[in-house]
């Protein structure tokens, strides 16, 4: 079989039918690109997890007068509750933050939102006290025993957060799934059109080449190429995408909360990692939808 001459047969096909191959490229990297963009989201739900396996506290939130005037928590009721919680058999650390420390973090975490920044005051944090326990999965023995003392305000329990947190997550990267996948069928359809009217228009020569000799692999070869070419450049259109939605979205919309360690990071490695996947979810379609086509639709 000479390769030049299927080479010269897939050109011609995708220059005959441009515009179905355009679509057909787009669509195809939209939908990988999505496919991507949901796998960078289940790598970062890995990381954030992983981020805050050993961080999970219990906020112990005081009132405001102990904020205003113990910014050392030198006074009861707020010493007498640190000096508790330091010998709670269940406490595996304490850390009083006051709340100009909790505003200088909130800056921290917030320094791409300026705008917010702006709008918020060191008054309207409490002081704290970051409890770490040894076995973080008994956040109630803290809730227990020490809310209603005086002092407290309220306690709050980091992993009912970060259940939300992750669900929203999770949220995000199904919806990412189901566009992929309906993308994905979009795809599947343009494909199959593509390999159908490319054979049409070739009708004739293939009916030659079969009354020479021509077996039907041999003249059904250019049609799976042609497939199978569309979607490896729509792969390579799609990382493109992925790239530019790190630059724009991560790096830029929600830097500020990855480098303050509220999200786990994705960088150019995750890409690195993603994209292999993609090229080859996108040949391995091609290639199959384009075969059973053939197969099924299509005499050549």
Known sequence: ???SFVLSEVLTGLRRNVTMTIAMILTTAVSLATLGGGLLFVRMIDKTQTLYQDKLEVSVYLIDDVSA???ACNADPCLGLRSDLER???VESVQFE???EAFERFKRIFEAQPELVKLARPEALPASFHVKLKNPDRPEVIEQTYNGRPGVSS???QSEFL???FALLNGVRNLAFFVALVMAIAALLLISNMVQVSAFNRRKEVEIMRLVGATRWYTQLPFLLEAVVTGLIGAVLAIGFLVMFKAWF???VIGGLINTGVVGSIDTLDILLVSPWLVLTAMGISAVTGYITLRLYVRT
């Open 1 to 3: 079989m000479r390769a």
């Open 69 to 71: 005037n113990d910014k």
């Open 88 to 90: 709670d058999p269940a």
């Open 98 to 100: 006051n709340r100009d």
């Open 155 to 157: 306690i709050v329990d």
């Open 163 to 165: 259940e939300r947190f």
């Open 250 to 252: 991560l790096d830029s």
